[in-house]
């Protein structure tokens, strides 16, 4: 199991540490390092910038958002990092929920999904491979464009710049069941948002026939403490945030994935408190032991214990939001 640094985004300005953490990463022999997007800084920008100033790290985002860019665009980003970084990139991609999609990037929600995934994916491989010219006829991409308000004049193109790598590895942000079975089918990984080592039977339909190779890369916070239940804090506020204020009250992928997981009750109640104002209240709703379950706290050697479980199943790489050098450290001697 490989050993990733995720640093998510950026709240009110830039990480004053992610570029050291990033670097000691790398010296500690860390296989990647992510970046993240949600309705501030943006995924590539970061990236870039700890792209020169590693030399052997791997680069990822999880996630960048689709609602964001076109995928051309967003395949432009992708092909000129992974040229930048000597072939080091990897395209981790999300399409968020309808709160994010139309109220900060004023674009309609997608009716179906999984069509626009889909679609989405199959434009950037087009743009990479650089077979011919980009076409696709879909539902929600058209390249080239035909619909309302067309000219007629749209001439099919493929990129002036040869892509570094033709296969620059695509990996999806999935949390439904059906997106996650067609992930394994259309993507190089699967970049889950919460996964339990101790119910890895939630997913196990979806991730039937993988295939070699395929990329299991879930998030989890860790950090290196004497007490476990000062460090959940920082995993609860995060699953008080996204279960409770990360999309509306009757259609919240974050909530729904925590009831799949056995927190039915406890997932409405967080929503509950949450959208009435009272945050401080949701974020101590939050089960310890669900939080517990998804992350990596406590001393070394009860993280050692645990680390176990998460070698155990399919997990391929272990991406860890660990917010100081001593937490990555003592998680890379316990992974060699």
């Not at 199959?122 to 991409?141: D, K, N, T, Y």
């Not at 214990?305 to 890379?332: I, N, Q, S």
Request: with cysteine; hydrophobic share 40%.
């Amino acid at each position: 199991m490989r050993l990733g640094l995720a640093l998510g985004y950026w709240g009110r300005g830039p990480g004053p540490g992610h570029v050291a953490l990033a670097q000691e990463a790398e010296r500690l022999g860390y296989d990647s390092v992510w970046t993240a997007e949600a309705w501030g800084s943006d995924a590539f920008t970061p990236l870039t910038w700890i792209a020169a100033r590693t030399s052997r790290i791997r680069l990822g985002t999880a996630v960048a958002q689709m609602a964001a860019r076109s995928p051309v665009t967003t395949a432009m980003h992708a092909l000129t990092l992974d040229h930048l970084s000597g072939g080091r990139m990897m395209l981790g991609l999300g399409l968020s929920g309808p709160q994010v999609v139309e109220g900060w990037y004023g674009r309609p929600f997608p009716k179906s999904p999984l069509t626009a995934t889909r679609e989405y994916v199959e434009v950037i491989r087009q743009v990479l491979r650089r077979e011919g010219p980009v076409e696709v006829a879909g539902r929600f991409h058209s390249h080239p464009y035909n619909g309302p308000d067309s000219t007629g004049l749209g001439k099919p193109l493929k990129p002036i710049t040869h892509p570094l790598r033709a296969e620059l590895p695509i990996l999806l942000g999935a949390e439904g069941p059906k997106n996650i079975a067609q992930t394994t089918r259309i993507a190089d990984g699967w970049l889950p948002l919460y996964w339990s080592p101790l119910r890895t039977d939630v997913y196990e339909a979806s991730l039937t026939g993988l295939r070699e190779g395929f990329t299991i890369a879930p998030i989890a916070r860790a950090k290196v403490c004497d007490d476990v239940a000062e460090g959940l804090l920082p995993v609860k506020a995060m699953l008080g945030f996204y279960i409770g204020g990360m999309g509306h009250s009757a259609r919240n992928f974050h909530a729904d994935l925590m009831a799949r997981m056995g927190y039915e009750a406890e997932a409405r109640r967080i929503q509950e408190l949450f959208l009435a104002g009272r945050r401080e209240e949701a974020v101590l709703a939050v089960p310890d032991a669900f939080a517990d379950e998804i992350s990596l706290v406590g001393p070394r050697a009860r993280i050692a214990e645990r680390l176990e479980l998460w070698r155990k199943g399919p997990v391929t790489d272990l991406l860890l939001l660990a917010p100081d050098p001593h937490t990555l450290r003592v998680l890379a001697e316990l992974n060699s």
